[in-house]
């Protein structure tokens, strides 16, 4: 079955830039998509087709998606932006979440 | 706004059968732009698809839990549903129900914890 790997934890430093990386087999031949969810509460997407955003989400979310390696990265990270964040994509026949990444601020 | 509430039993015994029903409010459910789902997440842990609806009633399901889900609409009251069975411990989890638009899920609903018992 298809997987998506993602690193278990990232650290940064407010106002640097994050970036949180999805692996998956020719991930690049598929859309990825990316969503954050804060604890106690439900995901929202905040990246769709590799690098689109949704209505509403700053502009300091960005996603690009090339070979094997999708990419969400966050510039100038705020505090706010502590939370686990999720990959996803679909394999033709199943949608597929990685593990998630828990981003801490500090 | 469009607004997704599922709703159920919190605690439904091992072997038994685990139902929830999602509301769907501010929009309509019978849309060719859109399809239905649900998606759990076990306490501390990862998310992961169970499938997928139509109005139509067409579905896909998880392959790895295929042979327990049975999902349906009902459009008359902007309604969809999920059941699984039998359920195992392994079943605990939140619920969410979601709207989904080609490749991803742009809204969910707040979630509802569904506890196996043994």
């Known amino acids: 079955s298809y997987e998506l790997i993602q690193p278990p934890s990232v650290s940064v430093s407010p106002g640097q830039t994050a970036s949180i990386t999805c692996s998956g087999d020719?991930?690049?031949?598929?859309?990825a998509c990316w969503y954050k969810q804060k604890p106690g509460q439900s995901p929202v997407l905040v990246i769709y087709q590799d690098n689109q955003r949704p209505s509403g989400i700053p502009e300091r979310f960005s996603g690009s998606n090339s070979g094997n390696t999708a990419t969400l990265t966050i510039s100038g990270t705020q505090a706010m932006d502590e939370a686990d964040y999720y990959c996803q994509a679909w394999d033709g026949t199943t949608v597929v979440f990685g593990g998630g990444t828990k981003l801490t601020v500090l | 706004q469009l607004q997704l509430q599922e709703s159920g039993p919190g605690l439904v015994k091992a072997s038994e059968t685990l139902s929830l029903t999602c509301t769907v409010s501010g929009g309509s459910i019978s849309s060719n732009s859109y399809y239905w789902g649900w998606i759990r997440q076990p306490p501390g842990k990862g998310l992961e698809w169970i499938g997928r609806?139509?109005?139509?009633?067409?579905?896909y399901y998880n392959p790895s839990l295929k042979s327990r889900v049975t999902m349906s609409v009902d459009t008359s009251k902007n309604q969809f549903s999920l059941k699984l069975s039998p359920v195992t411990a392994a079943h605990t989890a939140v619920y969410y129900c979601?709207?989904?638009?080609?490749?991803?899920?742009?809204?969910w609903g707040q979630g509802t914890l569904v506890t196996v018992s043994s």
């Open positions: 979601v709207r989904g638009q080609g490749n991803y899920f742009d809204n």
């Open positions: 020719k991930l690049g031949d598929k859309y």
């Open positions: 609806i139509y109005y139509s009633g067409s579905t």
